[in-house]
């Protein structure tokens, strides 16, 4: 049904706002003449509102959960079954504004805020569509800008190397499927992105393809041939995905899933990270980062707490 709905906006050539869960269970498809008032969605726009610092404390997940999971990663590699997983888990957040509110205050390329259900920050790009070219931008690799000679620490870490080169094989190969000439256009290139107070250098590389004419006809095919993102997932997807599931014990939902706009021939999306999502009245920031054979437990899991903050202007 998800995909015939794409194909069918996509046939008519008609503008529509999309959001799409990571396990593709659930999602939301509306024109965007019609969209609903309770959703909000800012695609590479400034915000309005002025300056505002808003405190927030952060409980995350417990050392001896996180322990356990990646213990069993780490298996899971030595047998085969994956490479590469990106292991991600709720923690709790305590802070005095409305998701609205946090949408509003907050500064990041992608934001969506969705029913009052949940609000997302991402700096993030799942694809983009445009002159028939299709782009994507994997991100793998963050580390505290402060640091004296961040840049070319992490650009020489060999986990770091070998993590972000398996997601650009991973996304060249996933790209395959729906385009032709897939070129790696940058690889590894490090960007300043907000994190609360401080800045983090996130490390990306560029991947293109050429699009048929007509692939609007085809816009469901092309998403859902490529989610669950490979950034968020892992590689082998379909292995990595079922250890996943197991190994979270929880459900992520919209959490690395993604949402964007297609008009004129023209597609903009990005990956749902940097979240937070209200559960009765409780706010849970759901976050992790990708685990390798050398990966290490201590700075996993203090990966996983940076990354929970909040970008406000």
Not at 225 to 243: D, F, H, M, Q, R
């Amino acid at each position: 049904m998800l995909k015939k709905l794409l194909n069918f906006y996509g046939r008519l050539d008609e503008a529509i706002f999309f959001a799409i869960d990571f396990e593709l269970k659930h999602y939301y498809i509306s024109p965007l003449k019609s969209i609903d008032e309770d959703i909000l969605f800012s695609i590479e726009e400034k915000s309005n509102f002025k300056n505002k610092k808003i405190p927030y404390s952060k409980k995350a997940v417990s050392f001896k959960r996180y322990k356990k999971a990646f213990e069993t990663i780490i298996k899971e590699i030595k047998k085969g079954n994956t490479y590469l997983l990106n292991l991600t888990f709720p923690s709790i957040i305590d802070i005095d504004y409305s998701l609205k509110e946090i949408y509003l205050y907050s500064d990041a390329k992608y934001k969506l805020y969705f029913k009052d259900k949940f609000v997302c920050f991402s700096p993030e790009t799942f694809i983009e569509i445009k002159d028939d070219k299709i782009y994507t931008y994997p991100m793998k690799g963050t580390i505290d800008a402060n640091i004296k000679n961040a840049k070319e620490i992490i650009m020489s870490d060999e986990k770091e190397m070998a993590e972000h080169t398996m997601v650009v094989d991973l996304l060249r190969n996933d790209l395959g499927i729906i385009a032709k000439h897939i070129r790696v256009e940058k690889f590894r290139y490090a960007e300043k992105i907000k994190a609360g107070e401080r800045e983090l250098l996130q490390i990306s590389s560029k991947i293109s393809g050429e699009l048929q004419k007509n692939w609007n006809e085809r816009l469901g095919d092309i998403l859902l041939s490529l989610l669950p993102a490979g950034s968020i997932s892992g590689t082998p997807k379909k292995s990595t995905v079922s250890i996943i599931k197991k190994v979270e014990n929880y459900n992520r939902g919209y959490f690395s899933g993604v949402f964007g706009v297609y008009k004129n021939k023209t597609l903009k999306s990005a990956v749902m990270i940097r979240f937070i999502e209200k559960q009765g009245d409780k706010l849970f920031y759901k976050s992790g980062g990708g685990i390798t054979i050398e990966s290490d437990v201590n700075k996993e899991y203090q990966e996983l707490q940076d990354k929970i903050y909040v970008p406000f202007l």
